[in-house]
């Protein structure tokens, strides 16, 4: 099948949000869209967005699945602000999704579950399609369920399996409408359902379907072409911020030609870092699924004490229960990757929704002096290279480092242009040899980085005792007031000497003047399409993204200095602006801080950025 032909509007870019119930296969369809925009030579962003629960009642509020993707021919990081066309399965899609697309896009809704159990299900006070509600968008009615039976008429499928086809139904209406190719989903269906012939043969025939009905339905309105985006040459995947941190991780110990290790707690929105490793034994990789999370931390740095590269994986509750294990590993001075894909919280919040509300958790939450690196990545993509960097900060520095992803990176997808692996640096894992007879020191320090040397348990002349009493430098335990201090300021000096190892701060735009919007973790993308349109209007703005949030890099003070005012996006209330002004007195630093779950859409920056220009 080919896109269809004759005269096509060309946009830059375009904005889809499929939503219905779990069943419906708004996921798949999304996933699929996106897979289309990447063969096809797009940039593309996701959301996906579905709900805590197992599954919610059928036609519920709570049960509304969603899938958001944006694709254009310009290089972006965000899935939209506001969806250009809605695909709403269902009353309680529309009522949920609605307000995510913007004033006079299309609506292409089921006709078929526009009943009035079904608005009463999901608390419609009257049908919208005839009180009005929708008057400020184009509507498009359509009767997807009787129109996927009707193409499935001869299929032996049971009713239910064929309703379950419509979501490739709809997918086919918007691959015409868009300008998208199928074949490529055709392909995809025929070798995913390959042992299930009659399931493959409906759910292509309901997409050829879906793609014939927008050619001549006469309601649709003309195809929208987006062309190819001017991506820099090389190999590229789809990849999301869980899969692109496994396979840094992996990356990492292959680097360090140590056994990765990961013990790790099933936890929303964390787990899927676990099912992507247990799948990685061809490469050595050991996972551990512990019986909670004090368990997993603890197996972690066992693994870590006899040699390996450790690692473990939470979200926020499961980090405050890691505590006190994350504080042993500081006091050991063992090499530590904690893995933190944040969430709404507090308690159990909303487990699928997305914040930055950990960052004073990661750096505070710890009983006593207990300093950590911390990092975090900004884009899905740059997930890699953040737990590449980890693992090397906590090796060659002996150290837990604690990585801050979140939800929305952890589960949105972008391209990623595979790295070099050839050009990556090797991690110097340093173990030293024993000298049988001679008296071994575990806390003896590196003049240069204060790193304590990494001895191997079982090793002839090496043996040491190392735990979570207060120790001398030969691994004695000690009550002396005065070597616990030293010990407490020579733990945090070796984290603060890591700023010596780290890039330097770049400022995209003028490294001076007015304003400066300094952001970190996933505020990135917004931030970076709000600097990117206000410039190209002519305003003079800049930005500048942390990816090292202890130690800074040392020469924030100085970029800081260059500029009036320090615009800091978070969602959470103020972590990182409370940091910066406690360490940057006399700095103008204003917050612009959303806590909804939901990311900071690009609209809101640009606003806010003109408040200060």
């Known amino acids: 099948m080919t896109p269809p032909s004759g005269a096509k509007t060309v946009v830059p870019s375009i904005t889809v949000r499929f939503a219905g119930d779990s069943g419906d296969g708004m996921q798949l369809a999304g996933d699929q869209l996106t897979d289309t925009a990447a063969v096809m030579g797009n940039d593309f962003a996701t959301l996906p967005e579905y709900p805590a629960e197992i599954r919610a009642p059928a036609g519920t509020l709570p049960g509304v699945s969603s899938f958001q993707v944006q694709f254009s021919e310009n290089i972006i990081f965000t899935p939209g602000d ?106 995809w269906i025929r070798e995913k359902f390959g042992p299930k012939p009659e399931i493959a043969r409906a759910n292509v025939e309901a997409l050829k379907a879906g793609y014939n009905y927008a050619d001549v339905a006469e309601s649709l309105p003309s195809p929208v072409a987006v062309r190819p985006a001017k991506l820099p040459p090389g190999p590229y995947r789809k990849i999301t911020g869980n899969d692109a941190l496994a396979i840094g991780l992996v990356t990492a110990a292959q680097l360090a030609k140590k056994t990765l290790f990961y013990g790790s707690y099933p936890i929303t929105p964390a787990s899927t870092i676990l099912e992507f490793l247990s799948r990685q034994k061809h490469f050595g990789v050991k996972t551990f699924q512990a019986e909670d999370e004090i368990a997993a931390v603890g197996s972690a740095i066992g693994a870590s004490f006899g040699g390996a590269l450790a690692a473990t994986g939470t979200s926020g509750p499961g980090l405050c229960l890691k505590s006190e294990g994350l504080n042993l590993a500081v006091m050991t001075e063992l090499p530590l990757v904690v893995v933190d894909v944040q969430r709404a919280g507090p308690s159990t919040g909303m487990p699928t929704k997305t914040e930055q509300t950990d960052l004073l958790q990661a750096l505070f939450g710890r009983n006593g002096e207990s300093p950590v690196v911390v990092i975090a990545p900004k884009t899905p993509s740059d997930c890699f290279d953040a737990a590449v960097e980890a693992c090397r900060i906590a090796v060659e520095h002996m150290t837990p480092v604690l990585l801050l992803s979140d939800a929305y990176l952890a589960s949105s997808h972008e391209p990623w242009r595979l790295p070099d692996i050839e050009k990556l640096r090797p991690i110097q894992a340093q173990h030293p040899s024993g000298q049988p007879g001679k008296q071994f020191f575990p806390y003896a320090r590196d003049p240069q980085t204060l790193v304590r040397p990494w001895a191997l348990p079982g090793t002839l002349g090496l043996e040491h005792r190392i735990g979570g009493l207060s120790k001398t430098e030969s691994g004695g335990v000690s009550y002396d007031p005065d070597n616990h201090e030293k010990m407490i300021r020579l733990r945090a000096e070796k984290v603060a000497r890591v700023a010596d190892r780290i890039p330097l701060m770049e400022v995209r735009g003028p490294t001076s003047g007015k304003l400066l919007v300094l952001g970190w973790g996933s505020s990135y993308g917004a931030t970076y399409q709000a600097v990117t349109e206000l410039t190209e209007a002519g305003k003079k703005v800049s930005q500048a993204h942390l990816t090292y949030l202890n130690p800074f890099p040392k020469n924030l003070e100085d970029v800081l200095k260059s500029f009036n005012i320090i615009l800091v996006p978070e969602m959470n209330s103020g972590h990182l602006l409370m940091l910066l002004r406690n360490r940057f007195p006399g700095k103008n630093f204003v917050g612009y801080n959303r806590v909804r779950g939901i990311p900071i859409f690009v609209a809101e920056m640009k606003e806010e950025i003109l408040r200060y220009l």
């Open 82 to 187: 506001s969806a250009d066309v809605l695909v709403a399965m269902n009353p309680a899609a529309l009522k949920v999704t609605l307000k995510r697309l913007r004033k006079g896009g299309l609506i292409i809704l089921n006709e078929d579950a526009f009943t009035a159990q079904d608005l009463a299900r999901a608390a419609w006070t009257s049908n919208p399609l005839l009180d009005g509600t929708l008057k400020d968008w184009q509507l498009l009615k359509v009767p997807l369920t009787t129109l996927t039976r009707n193409a499935l008429k001869d299929s032996p499928l049971t009713s239910s399996e064929k309703d379950r086809c419509k979501n490739f139904f709809a997918l086919g209406m918007t691959f015409w409408l868009y300008d998208r190719t199928p074949d490529h989903t055709i392909e």
